[in-house]
């Protein structure tokens, strides 16, 4: 498949080198073509980069691993059209850390991020997911034992499918991926980004995930 990763940041380098493993053809988008990082990424693994706008036009479907604040200007040099009619898989995080440590969430009107994303892209195919973890744990659930769980969401059943099944290659299995329903689900999820850097101090790793006991 074709993968678009948009952020050059620990969090998309380290999802788009998971997917350059599994055989997947990535492009690392950023807002410069001669991004280093970009760059550095792609003579490591092999995959491609670009701007964001390249990356999101090779991508048959998209990852944002922008910053929250950022993500609908990123989205945007991206380019609409680019976007259209393709799954877009939201693993960003509104968070300002402009008063310092620990920072704030920053919720959009819209309710969340990811809410905004589809506000601002109505033909795009909208699926939270991921966020709430280690970009680590992310791609490598086994590093945390036992159950624990990711949580999707999305207004395009379809697109969670899609999604779920990108999860599964990294090794979620069926009774870890947690399918929240519509995107509105986003408002509860994104917060758990806080609890996770309060969690995350008190217990010193990020080796660790949330899990819903019944």
Excluded: Y
């Amino acid at each position: 498949m074709k993968i678009a990763v948009l952020g050059t940041g620990e969090v998309g380098r380290t999802l788009g080198r998971k997917l350059v493993s599994l055989g997947h053809e990535v492009t690392l988008g950023s807002r410069t073509a001669d991004n280093p990082a970009a760059t550095g990424w792609a003579a490591e693994t092999g995959g491609a980069c670009g701007t964001f706008a390249d990356a999101a036009a090779a991508g048959e479907v998209i990852v944002n691993a922008t910053g929250g604040l950022v993500s609908v200007a990123a989205l945007t040099a991206a380019g609409a059209a680019n976007l259209a009619g393709k799954v877009l898989i939201d693993v960003s995080n509104p968070l300002d850390f402009s008063g310092g440590f620990p920072p704030k969430l920053v919720v959009p009107p819209a309710g969340s991020c990811a809410e905004e994303i589809q506000q601002a892209f109505p033909e795009a195919r909208v699926v939270k997911a991921l966020q709430s973890m280690n970009n680590a744990v992310m791609v490598d659930p086994a590093r945390v034992p036992g159950h624990h769980n990711v949580f999707i969401c999305g207004d395009d059943p379809s697109a969670r499918e899609v999604t779920a099944d990108l999860l599964r290659t990294f090794g979620w299995r069926d009774d870890q991926i947690l399918d929240l329903g519509p995107l509105s689900a986003a408002r509860g999820t994104e917060p758990l980004v806080l609890l996770w850097i309060s969690v995350s101090n008190t217990v010193g790793t990020a080796d660790f995930n949330f899990a819903i006991a019944h």
